[in-house]
């Protein structure tokens, strides 16, 4: 309130105080009165606790995308067997008896068989890996879960198909003459150790494939040149009997060869220890631990991200 002085001069009151607020950045204002940013990334240990009470969530997604696949097919389930076995059959035509890979390859039915089984899984786990955020925008945007929940449960969905593949699997290997014997058992440790490897591939392409679309395209490319390198229509023991050492060490070390090479010992008789890599199965629980924490890893760190712009 201002008052007139003697000589009539206006006075003025002392001007009013700042706002309390005023020169606090954003970041100190949503401290000081407890704000958190939306849809923030959790730390990761909160955030792999959410994922396990998501586990219900994902087991269930898998299994209704498992008997969604193939519902516009007219032999539905039985696809999940005959790709790879169609597979299987041109390759043995082109690698076994127009190239002749299978030379000096005993049982090389089963030996072919178990290689396309094998690879198949991981190659099925990367390519619907890799679209499991893109893909799935609609789901993501509408709800509030943890999103590695998607390609987890996809890589969960390939090995529910292995599963019932081995059936077939095991049926051909049978009928090529093998016989069941204790190593038969070591296919389960095999399995589970891929199925982590893949689990981590997959989580880390998904992140990759959430902003570069393309690569849903080009990915079919670079697994099928990763195949090839891989031993699953040849020995790799045969090929590199006469390369330079580094090339078998590097072809030795590829982790689609090292599950390969475990399944195969597993289920084959003339498939020997001597043929494997040393350190095979340290290798093999090496890639799984490498893939499965560093895709997880990576992933994670991207997770507010997934599903804007």
């Known amino acids: 309130m201002s008052e007139t ?20 950045s954003p970041a100190q ?47 539905g389930q039985l696809w999940q067997v005959m790709t790879p076995l169609l597979n299987a059959a041109v390759y043995y035509l082109i690698f076994g008896l127009l190239i002749g890979t299978s ?35 609609g789901l993501i945007r509408a709800l509030h879960f943890p999103r590695a929940s998607m390609p ?5 969905m390939q090995l529910q198909q292995l599963l019932m593949s081995m059936i077939v699997l095991v049926a051909i290997v049978l009928m090529t003459g093998e016989v069941p014997g204790p ?29 570069m679309t393309d690569l849903a395209q080009l990915m079919p490319f670079i697994l099928r040149t990763w195949m090839y390198t891989s031993g ?21 070390l590829n982790p ?22 040393p350190h095979v199965w340290a290798i093999a629980v090496g890639w799984a631990l490498l893939a499965g924490i560093g895709g997880y890893v990576y992933f994670w760190k991207a997770e507010e991200l997934y599903g804007r712009g």
Not at 5 to 24: K, Q
Not at 107 to 135: E, P
Not at 260 to 274: E, G, N, P, Q, W
């Open 29 to 75: 204002l949503a401290a000081k009165y407890g704000l958190s940013v939306s849809g923030a990334r959790p730390g990761l240990v909160e955030y792999t606790r959410q994922l396990w009470g998501r586990r219900h969530f994902i087991n269930e997604f898998a299994k209704a995308r498992t008997q969604a696949q193939y519902t516009q097919a007219r032999l």
């Open 152 to 156: 987890i449960a996809f890589t969960l």
């Open 256 to 277: 689609a060869a090292v599950y390969i090479d475990l399944m195969r010992f597993a289920l084959i008789d003339s498939v020997t220890s001597s043929q494997l890599p």
């Open 103 to 137: 030379k000096g390859i005993d049982n090389f039915v089963a030996f072919l068989v178990t290689g396309i089984f094998i690879f198949t899984f991981t190659q099925s786990s990367v390519l619907s890996g890799v679209r499991a955020v893109a893909g799935n925008l």
């Open 183 to 211: 190593s038969w058992l070591l296919a389960v440790p095999a399995l589970l150790t891929q199925w982590v490897f893949n689990t981590g591939l997959a989580l880390a392409v998904a992140r990759l494939g959430s902003k």
């Open 5 to 24: 002085t003697h000589d009539g001069a206006v006075a003025v009151g002392p001007p009013p105080a700042p706002p309390a607020d005023d020169g606090l």
């Open 232 to 252: 699953v229509m040849y020995s790799i023991d045969q090929l590199t009997d006469t390369a330079p050492h580094y090339v078998r060490v590097l072809l030795d």
